[in-house]
């Protein structure tokens, strides 16, 4: 139980492109969704969280006007990065987490943008 | 400013032997914690979860909690190659979202044959 599943696994686009990435919770669902970036040999870094329905929270220093987030329904979110850039270029990772329970997050298995 | 706290190692041990990971948090709210396993490569996988004070075992795998020290291990017994990866702990983020987790940056094992 508790998969989750991304879309798609990886992409290449050129720079000014959007980009819009899939995440799913395929057997639970999920009241809240996050999404993540993280850079080769570095560490999860939080970008936003999403509860259905309602606007993301994003954190400090991530633009909300570049990475729209969509929680549309109580099994997907989506992640579009719009005028994407090669500094874009990373490894997204989106975790959805069940609305009952004691709180773990279960990852889906990233996305790999590069921008040229 | 709530931390979770983990020495970035790497961490060698031989083949068969107990690996001990460690890490401490910051928030005193915080109720629930989590140990992942992230491969090179790979997104973060979850292999142990603990709430309550004192050992949990799964299979190889030992969780301990140590509230009043705000403390949490993760004991690997038997150690095989293919545990060589990153281990994450994360805490609850206590007064956030359902599943709003503090992630530590990570110990990085390695297990030698």
């Known amino acids: 139980g508790a998969v989750v599943s991304q879309h798609p696994s990886w992409v290449i686009c050129k720079s000014g492109t959007s980009v819009k990435i899939e995440c799913r919770s395929l057997d639970f669902q999920a009241t809240t969704m996050f999404w993540y970036r993280q850079f080769p040999k570095q560490s999860l870094m939080l970008m936003a969280t999403s509860n259905e329905g309602s606007k993301a929270t994003y954190e400090q220093g991530v633009e909300k006007d570049k990475f729209l987030i969509n929680h549309a329904s109580l099994t997907l979110s989506t992640l579009t990065v719009t005028s994407a850039h090669p500094e874009d270029s990373s490894f997204y990772i989106c975790?959805?987490?069940?609305?009952?329970?004691?709180?773990?997050?279960?990852f889906g298995p990233g996305t790999r943008l590069l921008v040229l | 400013q709530k931390e979770v706290e983990q020495n970035s190692g790497p961490l060698s041990v031989p083949e068969g032997a107990i690996a001990s990971l460690n890490c401490t948090y910051s928030?005193?709210?915080?109720?629930?914690f989590f140990w992942y396993r992230q491969y090179s490569g790979k997104s973060p996988e979850l292999i142990m979860s603990?709430?309550?004070?004192g050992d949990k075992e799964d299979g190889r795998f030992t969780a301990q909690l140590n509230k009043a020290s705000q403390y949490v291990s993760l004991l690997i017994r038997d150690s095989q190659p293919s545990d060589s990866a990153t281990y994450l702990c994360a805490a609850e983020n206590y007064g956030g979202s359902q599943g709003n987790l503090i992630f530590g940056k990570g110990t990085k094992l390695s297990v030698k044959p």
């Open positions: 928030d005193r709210g915080s109720q629930s």
């Open positions: 603990i709430y309550s004070n």
């Open positions: 975790s959805a987490s069940p609305g009952v329970g004691l709180g773990a997050q279960y």
